[in-house]
């Protein structure tokens, strides 16, 4: 058995559902891999932990990566986690925002330093906004109606609704903003051990796809490493990664799970290059394999 730890983006929570499916019916160990999947939270750079092998593989974006080779470190992206990034701005379910434009003239709670919102300011000309630091709650959101906040589709509106109150999440790929959740390892790992990576890939993407039919295993294990979660949030996020085709992308059969686009990867660079977020050109393609993901 190979050791394989696998450094997550946050807590253990059911946007990680595949990769603890994966685990726990016990697809990585038929490709003869003995993962572990090591726990992230918000001071731990993911990216700088598999970049110092700390970790064999991580969990990111594909701006992430991008942004990242861009800084001189050698990671890559092997198969995408999520077709669609469910990271968006919540407001009210009878709001009368109802587009990134209508943002002018408001206050949003948010995380500095995004580039997605970057991105929003910019396209957009929020020239007339007012940013708060996030709370990483929903207490002010449910307690003002005019309060907005940075939210994913996938958990805060569960506790707003908890709380009575319905909402909207605008996503920013509606934007046009459209990164890809991935995973990834460096580069130095893929060329040494491609066997290693495609099995990973293999049995990441086998628990995605058995998730997305039945969470119940995942869960389980999900509930018992992190006891803040309860039945009915993961139940929430797990319709919500369905009903947001966040996962299988536009085509319902899965076909598409795992799969990235040359054509996304370099309309997210030009992105990201256009915001000066990277301020020398490279090749695109040194931040990520279609070899893996793409070649079932």
Do not use: C
Not at 188 to 210: C, M, N, T, Y
């Amino acid at each position: 058995m190979t050791r394989i730890t696998l450094q997550a983006d946050w807590y253990p929570q059911p946007e990680h559902g595949g990769f603890y499916t994966a685990l726990v019916k016990g697809y990585y160990k038929d490709e003869g891999l003995d993962v572990t999947i090591q726990p992230g939270g918000p001071y731990l750079v993911v990216e700088q932990q598999v970049a110092s092998g700390a970790a064999q593989f991580g969990m990111g974006s594909s701006d992430r990566m991008l942004e990242s080779v861009a800084d001189g470190q050698p990671l890559v992206a092997v198969a995408a986690t999520m077709q669609r990034d469910p990271q968006g701005i919540m407001v009210r379910k009878d709001s009368s925002i109802h587009s990134f434009a209508d943002l002018n003239g408001h206050t949003i709670s948010i995380k500095p330093g995004y580039t997605w919102f970057a991105y929003l300011v910019q396209r957009y000309q929020l020239n007339n906004i007012h940013e708060i630091p996030a709370t990483m709650s929903v207490a002010n959101f449910v307690a003002d109606p005019q309060y907005i906040q940075q939210a994913f589709a996938t958990s805060e509106p569960y506790f707003a609704r908890q709380a009575g109150i319905e909402t909207r999440v605008l996503l920013i790929s509606d934007a046009g903003y459209n990164p890809y959740r991935v995973m990834f390892t460096t580069r130095d790992f893929l060329q040494q051990h491609p066997e290693i990576v495609a099995k990973f890939v293999r049995a990441s993407l086998k628990g995605w796809r058995e998730y997305l039919n039945d969470p119940t295993a995942a869960h389980a294990a999900i509930a018992k490493l992190n006891p803040a979660l309860n039945p009915e949030w993961m139940s929430f996020t797990w319709q919500a990664l369905r009903d947001g085709h966040f996962v299988t992308g536009d085509d319902p059969s899965g076909a598409q799970v795992g799969q990235m686009a040359t054509e996304r990867w370099t309309t997210m660079y030009r992105q990201l290059f256009d915001l000066k977020v990277i301020d020398k050109e490279f090749d695109p393609a040194v931040a990520y394999t279609l070899q893996f993901a793409n070649s079932r």
